[in-house]
């Protein structure tokens, strides 16, 4: 089976407070998602009134390490139980409003999403979806009116039919656990499903588990839970450059080491060209998938005394310190008290 962590160039996580155990010190840690590879996060923004306990903290967080897209989950059966119900248009709109308030003006670096799908004992059907559209398409079009963008539409594949065209048009990002699903198939079944706008990201599974060994991973990825959402983006790097209104587009990983000068071009960052630091070890250095103490860092290859590396970012941990050179490629410049780099 393949594993879209490996076979997509990019990889997403989407995050809540559900990544947090609120009762400990702990804050989760995005510098061991950016080592692992990862190289976008969407946040939950909040539901009905109520602002997602975490939001602020991931969304200042990510802030310059990882192109930020936001969510909101379509809160569409509260406000029949408030002591003063509201109509399903005005409980659409106070959403809405709320959704961009909570964001202060700080839209992030990618489009927002409308999470839709049903909650435990408040099913979608033929019998309540005209009022669930009437919810949430003023939900969307609140939060575009206030931010200036149109948001996305987050469903499972056989969420689609309770959406009416309206939604239909908008940019999907599709949940279905199956991650021996190709792009094509993907994109086939939301069609046939109805779906008439982009289908842009994936969500293939929730457990966390990105080696493929059935046990969960979002704790060596910095979170305070086994379980996280994973996602792959469908399309190209360039096509996710425009996604994100990057200009020039983001170069995709080399596959044979650059020669310099060389340009690189972050998401959503002005051109800048790269540090260069030198192998002064005499035994040479190691270039590793990830930083050591961060998840399953491996020897990918070696370079020897007087290589000429470039500088993309630099991670401190502890003591030690770690830059990457490359897609997935990281390095030590000091590492348990020995210099390699200077």
């Not at 588990?209 to 086994?226: F, P, R, S, Y």
Request: net charge negative; proline share 6%.
């Amino acid at each position: 089976m393949s594993n879209p962590y490996d076979d997509y160039q990019i990889d997403i996580v989407d995050v809540s407070r559900w990544q947090d155990d609120l009762t400990t010190p702990f804050k989760p840690d995005i510098l061991k998602l950016m080592a692992a590879g990862f190289m976008a996060i969407i946040v939950r923004v909040g539901l009905g009134r109520v602002k997602d306990a975490l939001f602020d903290w991931f969304w200042s967080q990510s802030k310059g390490r990882l192109a930020r897209l936001s969510y909101w989950y379509g809160d569409y059966y509260s406000h029949r139980t408030l002591a003063v119900p509201v109509s399903d248009r005005a409980w659409g709109i106070e959403q809405g409003t709320n959704w961009a308030n909570f964001m202060k003006g700080d839209w992030g670096e990618g489009k927002g999403f409308l999470d839709c799908e049903p909650s435990g004992g408040h099913p979608i059907g033929i019998l309540n979806r005209k009022s669930y559209n009437e919810i949430m398409r003023p939900l969307a079009e609140t939060y575009d009116a206030l931010t200036g963008g149109v948001c996305g539409i987050y469903c499972s594949v056989g969420f689609i039919p309770n959406l009416y065209e309206w939604a239909r048009k908008r940019t999907l990002y599709v949940a279905w656990y199956d991650r021996s699903k190709t792009k094509e198939q993907i994109i086939a079944a939301c069609r046939k499903a109805g779906w008439l706008g982009e289908i842009v990201i994936w969500q293939y599974a929730s457990d966390g588990d990105i080696n493929m060994d059935g046990i969960g991973d979002g704790k060596t990825l910095g979170m305070e839970t086994a379980a996280l959402d994973l996602n792959a983006w469908l399309g190209t790097p360039e096509e996710w450059s425009r996604f994100l209104g990057s200009t020039p587009p983001i170069i995709p990983p080399p596959t044979e080491d650059p020669e310099p000068p060389v340009v690189i071009v972050p998401p959503g960052s002005t051109t800048k060209i790269i540090e260069f630091k030198t192998v002064i070890e005499l035994g040479g250095l190691n270039v590793r998938n990830t930083p050591i103490g961060t998840y399953g860092s491996t020897v990918e290859k070696w370079m020897p005394v007087n290589t000429d590396i470039p500088i993309l970012e630099t991670m401190i941990l502890g003591a030690n310190i770690w830059h990457r050179i490359g897609y997935k490629q990281w390095c030590a410049e000091r590492y348990n008290g020995t210099t390699f780099l200077k």
